[in-house]
DNA sequence: CGCATTTGACCTGCGC
DNA sequence: GCGCAGGTCAAATGCG
């Protein structure tokens, strides 16, 4: 599929961009996705809540998508069942100070912390029994933001990173993030008010 | 000096 | 009730 040549905003607005069903690629593109997108969206994609079902980016043969019950952790590293229980209540627990929305994926880089046009401050840094890697939580800077997001590399391969978004910028990004990629909406056109 | 990061302590919920 | 694990807090530390 050809992506129209529009400037990505920010990593939501590439995260928008897999999952709009309106994007979803034909059979006859399976191999479009774009050499020249900033990261590599690979084995890891999944959505939670107000994210449709339908809309996860399945089609290019470097994305597999999780089943929406196996939510970041569980499905990257593993676990067990229980583990998960206790992580989706941990995410109960979190959703109790602010109710969010959920968006986990994994890429390939260098860098753990990916330019995604927000100013993030680092508030904890725990080593989870699931991975042998630490596991790096991160607040929005932003007066009033709560997003937050979970970043960790992946058990197996660590030149994955698995990032996990919660929540809803309430601005909009304070500078641009990955520029010179294509991306066809933004954030807030799905109620992801970046 | 101000701000970001580090890191150990603490909190919360669940399973046994 | 206790221990475990994930998540958060906040004092200490580092850096520009």
């Not at 050809?2 to 897999?18: H, N």
């Amino acid at each position: 599929m050809q992506f129209p040549p529009v400037e990505v905003k920010s990593m939501f607005s590439l995260l928008i961009m897999f999952s709009s069903s309106s994007l979803m690629p034909s059979s006859s593109s399976k191999n479009a996705l774009p050499e020249d997108v900033a990261f590599e969206v690979d084995d890891y994609l999944t959505f939670a809540d107000d994210v449709p079902e339908e809309a996860s980016f399945l089609s290019h043969p470097s994305v597999h998508r999780y089943p929406l019950v196996q939510a970041d952790d569980c499905a990257a590293n593993k676990t067990k069942i229980t583990d998960c229980s206790r992580s989706k209540d941990a995410g109960k627990r979190s959703s109790k100070r602010s109710s969010s929305s959920k968006v986990a994926f994994k890429t390939k880089s260098e860098l753990e912390i990916l330019d995604d046009g927000y100013k993030w401050r680092k508030y904890g840094k725990k080593t989870v029994k699931s991975s042998p890697n630490p596991r790096n939580y991160y607040r929005c800077s932003s007066e009033g933001c709560q997003v937050k997001k979970k970043v960790e590399r992946h058990r197996d391969d660590s030149s994955f990173v698995i990032t996990t978004y919660e929540g809803t910028h309430n601005h909009h990004a304070p500078y641009p993030a990955i520029t010179q990629h294509r991306a066809v909406e933004t954030p807030s056109s799905h109620g992801l008010s970046c």
